[in-house]
């Protein structure tokens, strides 16, 4: 296989494998709306040779928001003003799969922040199904506001991430993750499911590395979490992990050897992201068993980054992690750039 084959998610059909991750921009209205310079970074990814756009993630509640700016779906001027990004990627014939998080005990909103509300291991069932609802109706909406499918957000030590991470959750009941249980997956996926109807496309991203696990352990649960997914009806699992900031400039492939753990499992198509950055990054990925391949601080540093690396280009971006704080500053988003 190689990376400019076209390639399909569910029903999404894309001209080649180049998948933009989900990346928050920071760029989002006081009132949680998209703003205009978050429709002109969709344009510009839009007119490149990028295959799939995963937006930056929308949280499906007000208290489920990692600060006061994160765009949502939840009031009708917020939903109208996420139609400009499909609209715009559309524009252009590219597919956009929007992505849905709760931030969980991630928040930095002062108001949340530092209180147990989200803490997996002491919440009710009325609040574990409440959020599960709120992910269903903001699938809908995305699906109304005409995004080709969602992405549920299961990593970065979000809410749901807690809830799939045993050295988190300690739970014995349903929502725990008890070999026999349904575990968070079973309940979520088939409320959503039970909303959107058959055949809307939902991705997942998920931990490929959990803190304090063996690597056989590891394995084990990914294996696991994989095949739950999948047969949940998710149609791509997209590997990323918890300890992003940690790998430096000389890493590439951080999750490569997690591959052949989710493809010997499933059967859906599996993206692989972080740490590549050129051509000889993705042979790689492809021939580790990656059926596409993710990107986001490259699209940071140049949003016209797909056309650089079908032309053979190594990204310029040199993986120095200032992005992640960038956004404080209220700047540019990329150090480098003017
Ligand atoms: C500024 C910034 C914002 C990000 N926002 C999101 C996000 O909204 N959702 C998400 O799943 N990952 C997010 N990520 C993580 C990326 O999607 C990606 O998994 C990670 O940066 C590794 O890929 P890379 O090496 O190509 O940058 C973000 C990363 C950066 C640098
Ligand atoms: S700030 Fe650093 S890591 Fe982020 S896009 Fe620019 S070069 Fe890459």
Request: hydrophobic share 35%.
């Amino acid at each position: 296989m190689e990376v400019t084959q076209r390639g399909t998610i569910g029903r999404i059909i894309t001209d080649n494998r180049i998948v933009r991750s989900a990346t928050n921009d920071y760029r989002g209205g006081e009132d949680k709306t998209v703003s205009m310079e978050q429709v002109g970074i969709y344009k510009e990814l839009a007119r490149s040779n990028v295959g799939l756009i995963i937006t930056g993630n929308f949280a499906i509640s007000e208290d489920g928001a990692i600060d006061s700016n994160q765009n949502a779906l939840l009031t009708s001027k917020q939903r109208e003003s996420a139609r400009m990004i499909s609209d715009a990627c559309h524009e252009y014939k590219k597919p956009v799969v929007l992505q849905l998080s709760h931030a969980g005990l991630k928040t930095r909103i002062p108001k949340y922040q530092g209180s147990d509300l989200y803490d997996v291991n002491k919440m009710t069932h009325d609040e574990i199904k409440k959020v599960i609802n709120m992910f269903a109706i903001c699938t809908l909406e995305a699906k109304m506001l005409g995004f080709d499918g969602v992405q549920i957000h299961l990593s970065h030590g979000y809410l749901l991430s807690d809830f799939l991470n045993p050295s988190v959750n300690k739970r014995s009941d349903e929502f725990g993750l008890l070999e026999d249980g349904d575990w968070i997956i079973n309940p979520l996926f088939s409320k959503i499911r039970y909303l959107v109807g058959d055949g809307y496309p939902i991705l997942v991203k998920i931990t490929s590395y959990i803190d304090k696990l063996s690597k056989e352990k590891n394995d084990k649960f990914l294996e696991n979490l994989s095949k739950r997914v999948e047969k949940a009806g998710v149609s791509s699992i997209e590997l990323s992990g918890l300890n992003l900031p940690s790998f430096g400039k000389n890493d590439h492939l951080y999750y490569g050897d997690c591959i052949n753990v989710v493809k010997k499992e499933t059967n859906i198509p599996l993206i692989l992201t972080g740490g590549l950055r050129n051509m000889e990054d993705v042979n790689k990925a492809i021939s580790l068993g990656a059926d596409f391949v993710g990107f986001s601080r490259p699209f940071i540093r140049n949003p016209l980054f797909a056309n650089d690396l079908l032309a053979a280009k190594e990204s310029e971006c040199i993986s120095c992690n200032a992005c992640y704080s960038l956004k404080e500053k209220g700047s540019k988003r990329c150090g480098f750039l003017k």
